[in-house]
């Protein structure tokens, strides 16, 4: 195959993050500009090659697109080729993928996405993967675009809820997302000041909590307590928002913020008020930073396509993009390691992890 004969597929799957357009606009500009490929954006994730639904890609159709959240592509949760209610329809994207003449695929997604990618390889499709995800948990990578973008939603919210709470004399518990890693709540809580930041990787001591905010209620007389969605007491579990049985993720947490806000106010004189940022960590501009390593990511899932290093996924090691085999990445999560100099530094700042004595 010639290079300028290459027709490469793009397509994003799994939730949304920003930055995501900054991918597609990295690989197609780039592969235009360097190997002068076709490219064809996929629409709506799998769900757009089981459905037939693609589009041409240009230089025209990606500009302007490098600051916009979301993804012009459009994604898809649940699609998934290999079990289509429970059917697999694999050789019928297949004859679609024949019809397209694509050679190849970028996708861009987190580990559900890059297993179901991977699985194209064999089939004659090989793939690129591109990682996203605003919880900054795939494997092998330093981080994921979208999660700085998060990160500053975190800390802008723990801004405004500091003036709020002071003159209030509150305790306020803001709830982020995450998912089982608690690096949006770590880093989201420094960045903005939280007294208090509880994640997964180390379950709280509820009476902790309560000590800590006993004694700011005597000293400083307000709270900010920053807690990751799947944040759990020593002796309790992670709760569950809701059980989606066709999603690869099935189980969406959420609602930790409302539980330890009902629990404290148990023990507490100040009033006690919970915030749930939700999709807002996930929606809108994605920081410059996110544009900037969304950009090199797309750029350098081009150059894999053109040099034929398929089954492997972008990542950055160091400062500098690297890849790795996808059947590293597939189903597997990184959470904040046991050790990680962040926590060393919350501590020492005397931020409480909520962790026993
Ligand atoms: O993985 C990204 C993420 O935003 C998680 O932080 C969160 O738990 C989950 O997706 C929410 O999923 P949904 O958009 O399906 O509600």
Not at 246 to 269: A, F, K, M, T, Y
Not at 272 to 295: C, E, I, M, S, W
Request: with cysteine; glycine share 12%.
């Amino acid at each position: 195959m010639s290079s300028s004969s290459l027709h490469v597929g793009i397509l994003t799957g799994g939730g949304d993050c920003p930055g995501l357009n900054a991918v597609i606009r990295g690989v197609t500009n780039s592969l235009i500009k360097t190997v002068g490929a076709r490219v064809t954006g996929i629409e709506r994730g799998f769900m757009g090659m089981i459905e037939r639904r693609s589009r041409p890609l240009d230089s025209e159709a990606v500009a302007g697109i490098l600051n916009q959240g979301g993804t012009i592509l459009g994604t898809h949760n649940f699609a998934n080729p290999f079990s289509c209610n429970g059917v697999d329809v694999s050789d019928k994207v297949m004859e679609y993928v024949r019809e397209l003449g694509l050679d190849a695929l970028v996708a861009i997604g987190g580990d559900g996405t890059m297993s179901i990618a991977n699985r194209f390889t064999p089939l004659g499709l090989p793939v690129v993967g591109v990682p996203k995800t605003i919880d900054n948990d795939l494997m092998h990578t330093e981080r994921t675009f979208g999660f700085d973008s998060a990160v500053a939603i975190v800390a802008e919210a723990l801004a405004r809820l500091e003036t709020t709470a002071r003159s209030h004399g509150r305790v306020m518990v803001l709830e982020t997302m995450g998912r089982y890693a608690g690096w949006i709540a770590l880093e989201g809580g420094l960045a903005g000041g939280a007294d208090v930041i509880l994640i997964p990787e180390k379950p709280y001591d509820l009476n902790e909590v309560i000590r800590v905010c006993k004694e700011r209620e005597k000293k400083q007389g307000y709270t900010l307590i920053c807690i990751a969605e799947g944040a759990r007491p020593i002796d309790g579990g992670m709760v569950v928002a809701k059980h989606l049985e066709n999603s690869p993720d099935p189980i969406r947490l959420g609602g930790v913020g409302n539980v330890l806000r009902q629990q404290l106010e148990q023990h507490l004189e100040s009033e006690v008020r919970t915030t749930q940022l939700g999709h807002v960590q996930r929606g809108g501009t994605p920081t410059p930073y996110d544009r900037v390593l969304a950009t090199r990511f797309g750029w350098y899932a081009a150059k894999m396509v053109a040099n034929g290093e398929f089954g492997r996924m972008v990542v950055l090691k160091g400062d500098e993009c690297a890849s790795v085999p996808i059947e590293d990445v597939a189903n597997r999560t990184r959470n904040v390691p046991e050790n990680h100099s962040l926590l060393d530094v919350a501590t020492s700042l005397g931020v409480s992890l909520g962790l026993p004595a």
